[in-house]
């Protein structure tokens, strides 16, 4: 059974930085491509960041392009999320999930991820 389970998130002031991890069971990170998405309060979930199954790509949304940090821990079979100068705006639940094909890269639409972890609350304050 795939599990996904998020952790790290908090409240920070901008400018300032969180790592989040997200665990996976059920199944190797190494096989599939791993995301990121955001959901802000009364807006539709968002592409943050994604890893390619190889480990040796990546993807970011112009927003958070040079600021965030995808990367995973394949012993730990970890993925993470390095934020760095957070703003306000960045303030979201962050979910990861992973690509419903194996082979699937290159797309930032949430519907090619699936198995969506829970969520972790990040409140940047200003």
């Known amino acids: 059974q795939v599990q996904l389970v998020e952790s790290g998130g908090g409240l920070v002031k901008a400018g300032a930085s969180l790592r989040l991890s997200c665990a996976a069971s059920?199944?190797?990170?190494?096989?599939?491509?791993m995301g990121w998405f955001r959901q802000a309060p009364g807006k539709e979930r968002e592409f943050v960041a994604a890893?390619?199954?190889?480990?040796?790509?990546?993807d970011y949304a112009d927003s958070v392009k040079g600021r965030f940090t995808i990367s995973r821990d394949s012993a730990k079979n970890t993925v993470y999320l390095q934020m760095n100068s957070l703003k306000v705006e960045d303030t979201a639940v962050y979910y990861c999930?992973?690509?419903?094909?194996?082979?699937?890269?290159?797309?930032?639409?949430?519907?090619?991820?699936?198995?969506w972890g829970q969520g972790t609350q990040v409140t940047v304050s200003s």
């Open positions: 999930a992973v690509s419903r094909k194996a082979t699937t890269w290159g797309t930032q639409n949430p519907s090619d991820f699936g198995s």
């Open positions: 059920g199944f190797m990170i190494s096989t599939n491509s």
């Open positions: 890893i390619k199954w190889t480990g040796l790509s990546d």
